[in-house]
C-alpha cells in the first residue's frame, strides 16, 4: 500500500511561483507512474502532468503546458510540480497520484488509471 502526502500549496498572486512536493511511502516508489491532478469547485478532476518510471518522461496537461514542471527524485522517493507565471484559473485543490509503470502515455490522462492518491493540497491564485 502506497501512501502519498502532498505539500507546498498555499495563495500566490497571479505570475507568482509554487513548488509542490509529493512525498511516497509503503511502496516501491521508482516504479511508479507519478501524476498531477486539479479539481476546482463544481469542476471533475483535471489531469496536468504526468512523469515515468523508467525514463523520467513527461506528459502535460494543455493548459499548463510550457509554465509547470513535474519533476522526481526516486532516491527521496518525492514527485514534484514547479509551477511558475500562475494564473487565477490555476486554483484548484491539486492531488498526486501513483499508478503501475506499465500504464500506456495514453492513459496517464485518465484518473482511472491511478491506483493511489493524496490528500490534496490547495493551491489559490489571487488576481
Known amino acids: 500500500q502506497v501512501q502519498l502526502v502532498e505539500s507546498g500549496g498555499g495563495l500566490v498572486q497571479a505570475g507568482g511561483s509554487l513548488r509542490l512536493s509529493c512525498a511516497a511511502s509503503g511502496g516501491t516508489f521508482s516504479m511508479y507512474v507519478m501524476g498531477w491532478f486539479r479539481q476546482a469547485p463544481g469542476k471533475e478532476r483535471e489531469f496536468v502532468a504526468g512523469?515515468?518510471?523508467?525514463?523520467?518522461?513527461?506528459y502535460y496537461g494543455e493548459l499548463v503546458k510550457g509554465r509547470f514542471t513535474i519533476s522526481r527524485d526516486n532516491a527521496k522517493n518525492t514527485a514534484y510540480l514547479q509551477m511558475n507565471s500562475l494564473k487565477p484559473e490555476d486554483t484548484a485543490v491539486y492531488y498526486c497520484?501513483?499508478?503501475?509503470?506499465?500504464?500506456?502515455?495514453?492513459?496517464?490522462?485518465?484518473?482511472?488509471?491511478?491506483?493511489?492518491w493524496g490528500q490534496g493540497t490547495q493551491v489559490t491564485v489571487s488576481s
Open positions: 497520484a501513483a499508478g503501475r509503470g506499465d500504464i500506456l502515455l495514453r492513459f496517464w490522462v485518465l484518473p482511472s488509471s491511478y491506483d493511489y
Open positions: 512523469v515515468g518510471w523508467s525514463d523520467g518522461r513527461t
